[in-house]
């Protein structure tokens, strides 16, 4: 799916869907195929992954190709339409983002209601709140809490904010920087971030947030759900943390709501508990084990609880790896 909507964006680039000798309505049966019966999500593929992902790269095709009607069509009395509007609300997290699946961590990589005239069912402050604190301090965007940042989300989080007409609750002169700083300065690409190297899918996002950016005359994405921005939106009207106009590099972020850390520490949980389990199983089993072999003493007893002595710990110290695995994804 991602594939053809690539292959699709290209031509339309061009103005040359129709030019190109493409059998559209061949390119719209297969990604109309791609959904599940009475199902609201698209696969990637025939092999059947599920992906918010993949759903917006299915409806941002048939947007292309003019092909939404599609989408109108009705399966058992229900609109596909309606159908996927559904699944993306089951995957609306606290935080006002959006999984990959039902009860997923929120990522910044996820969007399609725009296109289909949806943006009633999702708080815009909420999910505002949380795209505007994936800003980190080298002034780079992460995809999620207590990851490192990357230039390609710096074309998801924008183009997010830019939709919810919020690109102001950012810090773009810090943005600016960390993507230029991520620049080669020998052979021009850019890289995910700066020191590393650099490569066609980071230049192609980098390149889409630099000079003219998408901020610069409060341009805002056309669709029929988001009109230009007008001056309705001020930079004081930014909730909770940041004043994003006024942000200082030596300003310390002030906390004058109670939530806002428990909205935070929620939202890094699924980070914070595998280390937990990694600590817990570290020192758990030995204790555990040594404690038995006191109480019960008995050579089978024993030889069974110290084979699965370095067993626990192993199990402790895979959590603990994977746990710090994490933070580069």
Not at 19 to 35: H, Q
Not at 58 to 70: E, F, Q, Y
Not at 262 to 286: C, D, M, N
Not at 305 to 324: A, K, N, R
């Amino acid at each position: 799916m991602l594939s053809t909507l690539s292959a699709i964006q290209v031509l339309a680039i061009h103005d040359a869907i129709q030019e190109s000798g493409i059998d559209t309505d061949k390119v719209i049966n297969y990604i109309l195929s791609l959904r599940p019966k009475n199902e609201g999500f698209f696969t990637g593929d025939e092999w059947g992954e599920s992906d918010t992902r993949f759903t917006y790269c299915a409806v941002s095709a048939l947007s292309l190709l003019g092909a939404l009607h599609k989408l109108d069509e009705k399966e058992n009395g229900v609109a596909i339409k309606d159908r996927i509007v559904d699944w993306f609300k089951q995957c609306m997290n606290f935080d006002g983002g959006f999984g990959n699946n039902i009860s997923a961590e929120t990522h910044s990589g996820q969007a399609a209601l725009a296109i289909l005239d949806r943006l009633d069912i999702i708080d815009r402050d909420n999910l505002s709140w949380w795209l505007s604190e994936r800003q980190v301090e080298s002034g780079g965007l992460n995809g999620r809490p207590q990851k490192l940042e990357d230039v390609c989300y710096s074309w998801w989080v924008l183009s997010g904010l830019s939709i919810l007409h919020r690109l102001h609750w950012i810090n773009k002169e810090k943005l600016m920087s960390f993507i230029l700083s991520s620049q080669d300065p020998d052979n021009g690409g850019i890289a995910d971030r700066p020191g590393d190297v650099a490569d066609v899918y980071h230049t192609l996002f980098g390149v889409a947030d630099t000079p003219p950016p998408p901020y610069e005359n409060n341009q805002r994405a056309s669709t029929s759900a988001t009109p230009r921005v007008s001056d309705e939106f001020a930079p004081e009207d930014a909730p909770l943390l940041r004043q994003h106009e006024e942000y200082d590099e030596e300003e310390e972020l002030v906390d004058d709501d109670r939530t806002v850390w428990e909205r935070y520490w929620a939202g890094t949980f699924s980070t914070f508990q595998w280390k937990a389990l990694a600590h817990l199983s570290v020192i758990s089993f030995p204790l555990a084990l040594f404690a038995w072999i006191f109480c019960f003493v008995g050579s089978v007893i024993t030889a069974s609880l110290l084979i699965t002595l370095p067993i626990g710990l192993g199990f402790g110290w895979v959590l603990l790896l994977q746990s710090y695995h994490f933070q580069y994804f």
